[in-house]
Nanobody
Framework: QVQLVESGGGLVQSGDSLRLSCAAS????????MSWFRQAPGKEREFVAG????????FYAGSVKGRFTISRDNAKNTVYLQMNSLNPKDTAVYYC????????????????WGQGTQVTVSS
């Protein structure tokens, strides 16, 4: 069992940066692939970025590659999403999710979800 709590969301302007954090409780954090998804009003939840259990492999949606960086600190049971060059299209609720070591970009790959944190980017 894993519980995930996101934090760090807020209101920023276009071009600004923001770092999200996801704190995990449980004893098996090091074995999960961790990812970030986001969901804008009226739209489907979409994959943003993922990181392998050991942190040595990351993967990104094309829309954020080069702007966002995912990382994890297993000693702190925390995963991060550094978001740079934000634009209004990034406005969404951002969710942290945990899946198996083979999890990729599908919603169905993930079994644990946080409650979400709101990111709003003004123009």
């Amino acid at each position: 069992q894993v519980q995930l709590v996101e934090s760090g969301g807020g209101l920023v302007q276009s071009g600004d940066s923001l770092r999200l954090s996801c704190a995990a409780s449980g004893r098996t954090f090091n074995y999960w692939t961790m990812s970030w998804f986001r969901q804008a009003p009226g739209k489907e939840r979409e994959f943003v970025a993922g990181v392998s259990p050991t942190g040595d492999y990351t993967f990104y949606a094309g829309s954020v590659k080069g702007r966002f960086t995912i990382s994890r600190d297993n000693a702190k049971n925390t995963v991060y999403l550094q978001m740079n060059s934000l634009n209004p299209k990034d406005t969404a609720v951002y969710y942290c999710a945990a899946g198996s070591s083979t999890a990729a970009e599908k919603l169905s790959d993930y079994v644990y979800w946080g409650q979400g944190t709101q990111v709003t980017v003004s123009s």
